[in-house]
């Protein structure tokens, strides 16, 4: 990564989303789990562009998959997080735990 | 909808204006979700978003080469109404002869009017001869100019330095290689720097053209008329051009790669 540059919202809840899904993160799979988890809609062409920059940075890797007669015949492609991708999100949540640290309740949160 | 084929023209639409290594991937994805979900809104909003997200991608990896076929998309058509348009246009108005010469004129010190002489130059010279409307001259003739201009900002786009295998900079060479992307980014750019322009400047356009007009046959909705057709051409143009000369560049490569 280079220096000085961080991990974005939308970057990190990816990464964390291919650590979730294993060996079956392909477009269809990481944009479900994000809505699932965020419960608001993902443009599947927002993912892939993302990935497509977080892969140009190395931290994740992707693999042509097979194709299916639903999908008109095209390929998956099916994405992976690499070591540096998770050092990458290790010190994206610790910088954020840090931050977090001895902050005072958040105004509607329950204690 | 009940059937599972996505709506095809919307298939159309993302399969060549999307751009980017896994625009492939993005159709997979989407006919797989329609497939289980069935919303063929869901689906338009999902291919629309992806062609934007695409392209604006597109351009952001490729300013360099985006900048300059945007350059020589506004270089030609300036060069155009300057020097080519003033000679046709005897053979499409009743000119004076002895009459001042016809010309379109950029002045430093007003740059929007010049900006708007020079992108509206052939839908407001009747208004300015004080003659009747000439569709040929301000829909016809600038539909083919503007398709020739996407053809070449196209071609633009596929241009590219090249190093040669000893890496010597001053033996670069200059090639044309297919960027199916890259060209339909510039394409789109282009076009849409045309229309943004139009859109900004159009009630100045309006003001002015009746600032020119004798006498009350020119209504305000014909005004209206006229700039739309020669908007919807001017797009339209850069669209087919673009799409056209891409199409044959695409040719050309396959036989060059067999």
């Given at each position: 990564m280079r220096k000085g540059e961080y991990l974005g919202n939308f970057d990190l809840m990816l990464l964390l989303a291919l650590q979730r899904l294993?060996?079956?993160?392909?477009g269809v799979t990481i944009a479900r789990e994000l809505e699932e988890q965020t419960g608001r809609e993902v443009v599947v062409a927002s993912v892939y562009a993302t990935l497509e920059r977080l892969q140009e940075r190395g931290l994740v890797v992707s693999r042509l998959g097979e194709s299916t007669p639903e999908r008109g015949g095209r390929a998956k492609r099916y994405f992976r997080i690499t070591g540096a991708g998770i050092r990458e999100v290790r010190e994206a949540r610790r910088c954020l735990m840090n931050l977090w640290k001895g902050l005072p309740q958040l105004k509607g949160e329950k204690a | 909808m009940t059937s599972k084929q996505p709506p095809s023209l919307t298939t159309w639409m993302l399969k060549h204006f999307g751009s980017g290594p896994n625009n492939d991937a993005v159709l997979g994805d989407l006919a797989e979700q329609y497939v289980q979900n069935g919303s063929a809104r869901w689906y338009r909003r999902q291919a629309l978003k992806a062609i934007w997200v695409s392209l604006f991608r597109e351009i952001r990896a490729h300013k360099g080469s985006a900048v300059v076929a945007l350059l020589t998309g506004w270089v030609l058509w300036t060069f155009n109404v300057t020097s080519i348009f003033p000679l046709i246009t005897p053979y499409f108005f009743n000119v004076n002869p002895d009459g001042p010469t016809i010309g379109v004129a950029i002045l430093l010190s007003d740059p929007i009017g010049s900006v708007l002489t020079v992108l509206s130059a052939p839908v407001r010279l009747h208004a300015a001869l004080n003659q009747p409307f000439s569709f040929a001259f301000a829909v016809a003739l600038p539909f083919v100019a503007w398709a020739l201009i996407g053809g070449l900002v196209a071609i633009i786009a596929n241009l590219h330095l090249e190093a040669n295998q000893t890496g010597i900079p001053a033996r670069a060479k200059l090639t044309i290689g297919f960027h199916r992307d890259r060209q339909t980014a510039a394409v789109f750019l282009f076009a849409g720097s045309t229309l943004l322009l139009n859109l900004f400047l159009t009630g100045y356009f309006v003001f002015h053209l009746q600032m020119l007009v004798?006498?009350?046959?020119?209504e305000w909705s014909s005004a209206f008329g006229h700039l739309a057709a020669y908007v919807a051409a001017s797009i339209v143009g850069i669209f087919l051009g673009g799409t056209l000369m891409g199409g044959l560049l695409h040719d050309k490569s396959t036989v060059v790669r067999n």
């Open positions: 294993g060996d079956d993160a392909y | 004798h006498g009350p046959s020119q």
